[in-house]
């Protein structure tokens, strides 16, 4: 999983479908999706798993309108597709990317 910064946020997203973490290293329920989100980056090859962190990041946080973490938004050729807010099973989050692969 690789972290995203402003610079190199729209470049990276802009092809494949992505399933974007933001987050913030304070944030206890970010520390506690991590390892699903982890888990799925090694069984879902297909699938492109990257981080952003809201506090070195805030004009793309506010871009897609992301004002409670964790935020999981699912990207397909850079557009958003679906969105999770807050601590889900693993198994909601396989289901949001998949409807879009």
């Keep these: 999983m690789i972290e995203l910064k402003s610079a190199d946020f729209h470049d990276k997203v802009k092809e494949g479908v992505w399933l ?8 206890g329920p970010c520390r506690m999706i ?8 090694s069984e879902m090859e297909d ?14 946080a506010s871009q897609y309108k992301v004002m409670s973490i964790p935020t999981l938004i699912v990207y397909k050729n850079g557009e958003p597709q679906d969105s999770i807010i807050g601590v889900v099973p693993k198994k909601k989050i396989r289901k949001s990317i998949e409807k879009h692969m």
Aim: net charge negative; glycine share 0%; with cysteine.
């Design 20 to 27: 974007v973490d933001f987050w913030a290293p304070w944030c």
């Design 34 to 41: 991590t390892p699903s989100v982890e888990e799925l980056s």
């Design 47 to 60: 699938v492109n798993f990257a981080k952003v962190n809201v506090d070195d990041a805030p004009d793309i």
